[in-house]
T-cell receptor, first 114, second 113 residues
Framework: SAVISQKPSRDICQRGTSLTIQCQVD?????MFWYRQQPGQSLTLIAT?????????ESGFVIDKFPISRPNLTFSTLTVSNMSPEDSSIYLC???????????FGPGTRLTVT | KQEVTQIPAALSVPEGENLVLNCSFT??????LQWFRQDPGKGLTSLLL?????REQTSGRLNASLDKSSGRSTLYIAASQPGDSATYLC????????????FGQGTELSVKP
């Protein structure tokens, strides 16, 4: 298994600003992902964070809006840029750890944009 | 395009009942299926993972089954307790999609004392 922490746990931000969310894992993992959960909705994959290269984004998500860094095998950041109220969501990072490719999720970052 | 559906959307039962949550998916070319629990405002806790070659997995009072050919999975909870109250999500991982999970909308379970 894997233990994942995220910072901040929650934040309230003003429209037009940016917020960087950190994800720390207690072990080295190859596969790391960022998901969004909008109010009352299920989870949607934003991107796969690739160590040492650019993230791979899903349809509907772009690097300018959600830049991602992955400097090593235990850490990643997701930035939500130029925020609007529609970005109010829970943002979760996940990793694949152990066999057979079970995914583990962090506690999430609850973002409210006013 | 893979779609995952969970029925019912919400369920309220008295403590002690056995219950079944349902999950269906449209494309049987899956690598595995995973059941999660989510408490209000929290992250996801992995409950059970069933690989595509398996039929079921058990953990304590939980049993998950998988019928890949019919595109269905069930999560059976025995002797439900108030502490089981949460939203239960199923997710499938598709072959050759680099670990991407497709989630259902979840079943919100309330177990009344």
């Amino acid at each position: 298994s894997a233990v994942i922490s995220q910072k901040p746990s929650r934040d309230i931000c003003q429209r037009g600003t940016s917020l960087t969310i950190q994800c720390q894992v207690d072990s080295q993992v190859t596969m790391m992902f960022w998901y969004r959960q909008q109010p009352g909705q299920s989870l949607t994959l934003i991107a796969t964070a690739n160590q040492g290269s650019e993230a791979t984004y899903e349809s509907g998500f772009v690097i300018d809006k959600f830049p991602i860094s992955r400097p090593n095998l235990t850490f990643s950041t997701l930035t939500v840029s130029n925020m609007s109220p529609e970005d109010s969501s829970i943002y979760l990072c996940s990793v694949v750890a152990g066999g057979p490719y079970e995914q583990y999720f962090g506690p999430g970052t609850r973002l409210t944009v006013t | 395009k893979q779609e995952v559906t969970q029925i019912p959307a919400a369920l309220s039962v008295p403590e002690g009942e056995n219950l079944v949550l349902n999950c269906s998916f449209t494309d049987s070319a899956i690598y595995n299926l995973q059941w999660f629990r989510q408490d209000p405002g929290k992250g996801l806790t992995s409950l059970l993972l069933i690989q595509s070659s398996q039929r079921e997995q058990t953990s304590g009072r939980l049993n998950a089954s998988l019928d890949k050919s019919s595109g269905r999975s069930t999560l059976y909870i025995a002797a439900s307790q108030p502490g089981d109250s949460a939203t239960y999500l199923c997710a499938v991982e598709i072959y050759n999609q680099g670990g991407k999970l497709i989630f259902g909308q979840g079943t919100e379970l309330s177990v009344k004392p």
